[in-house]
């Protein structure tokens, strides 16, 4: 959160009141008086819902580089000047359009749409509170910084800088010196009022390039692109017991998976194209047959295993899975509709036929998906299943394993690895099952460390969520203090800016302001 402010700047005095007696009505902790050469230079303040922490280090500094750079800095934010006004137009735009949501006149509703983006992609997590709790101090401390550096480029002293924590929200403040803000002018004022709003503006931009240019920052270090690798497995995942975290997947049913997004994507084509191919399916007493994907099973293979027939109440051992031959031809994909006229199945292991050629028409890795590319050899047999799972084969490696590493070395100095050592290193495994909900419970990222060093996996990760969520909390905060309301920044904005209205008298002018304020809170009020 963001120190709440109420009209720093009074560009107006009363009739007849003297300017010693001047009240100004402000929730900042504002001293008319500082003394920097006090020996305490700090202060510290508790309360059963609120503490802060001020300090005095950083005025002289950012007065001196304020001044030194007022050229540079005044043309800078007041680029922010045009930003904050033009945000406020919006802003009040958007209240109008809530206001008449409100009222049942138009349809949709932007504020709700907008936080519920910015909720759905939080949970509770300590890592995640973690993060929101980094990004608010990251999007306040710009924010005020923006307001002391216009205040300084101003030649106006701040008093000190205050952090500090608010039914557990924290947050960061100046205080100014409100006699040393009476002979700015409306655009000199404009522009210190504009400061934090255009900061945190330029703060999602820098955060938006940065998540661009990550994978090239991260060049040396990691590899982005290639495959995703698992940062974690919970203990609910169906796909726990079968990766673990610094596994590297690297396809689906043979597609090459490269990011998290192909990832999500293979999945969801690979259960559309399981429910358009369910009418293209038979069913034997409760079970279906994926006339989908099928793999070419040597005939001694099939000679070698268990038969079950199809009518028959007998089934597989639990190590093993039932397949049945599939017509070559559509043709005759009819006359095995009956139950009476299954082929028998045979009962094979699955981890052996994964390592087969495919065939069938559901593998998005081969362009000919024919039933009838196997040998004479060779039979197309394909799983049996129960209705509404999917078959689908995951390709996985294990790079960072301290076993696999010494593999990875001996095979390019050395002989051939056995193959039980190079299996602990990789392999396929099939999952039968609801394809979306297993892809969404792993957690993965789209880079791999070039080196295997415990941390540096969750590196990348830990920065793109601190970038997204800095992103998305600067620019709340940004679209909060734009916002014509008492306490906040668009309030001053709105006042000072009222103020070029030379035909305005004072007492016009703060009746105007009041009633724009007053307005808007009352809709804000409606709205909620």
Known sequence: MEGRRVRRFNMGRARGQHPQTQTHHSLLPIHSHSNPSSPSRLSTTISCCYCDFKFWAFNQPLFHFGRSHSQILRAWFSIGVGFGLTLLFSI?????????????????SFFI????TFSSSFSTSVADVACIFVATMVSVSVHELGHALAAASEFVQMEYVAVFVAFLFPGALVAFDSESLQPLSCFGALRIYCAGIWHNAVCCAVCGLALLLLPFILFPFYIHGESPMVLGVPSTSPLSGYLSPGDVIVSVDGVPIHNVQEWMEMTAL????????????LDVQGFGINRIKGYCVPNSMMEESKQIIGDNQSSCPDDLTAFTPLPCDHTSILDHIHPSRIEKAHCLNAKNVVKLNKCGEGWAAITNGSNCICSQEESCLSPVQIPGLIWVE????????????????????????SDSMESNCGGTF?????????????????????WAFPLGT??????ERILICTFQVSLTLALLNS???????????????????????????????????IYFVSESDLCS
């Open 430 to 450: 099939v999952f039968v099952g609801d394809v979306i909900s297993m892809a969404r419970s792993v957690k993965l990222t789209a880079y791999q460390p070039r």
């Open 92 to 108: 009040s735009l958007i209240l109008i359009w809530e206001l008449g949501r409100a009222l049942n006149l138009f349809h949709g």
């Open 270 to 281: 690979i259960n559309e194209l399981a429910l358009r191919g369910r009418n293209h399916s």
């Open 113 to 116: 749409n907008l936080f519920s």
């Open 483 to 517: 916002l014509p309301v008492y306490f906040l920044d668009g309030e001053s904005i709105l006042e000072a800016t009222l103020s070029h209205f030379a035909l305005l008298c004072p007492r016009k002018r703060r009746k105007v302001l009041q009633d724009h304020v």
């Open 394 to 417: 995951i390709t996985y490696s294990r790079p960072y394993y301290l076993e696999c590493l010494r593999v990875r070395r001996k095979s390019f100095v050395g002989p051939r690895i």
């Open 458 to 463: 969750y590196l990348p990760n830990v920065l």
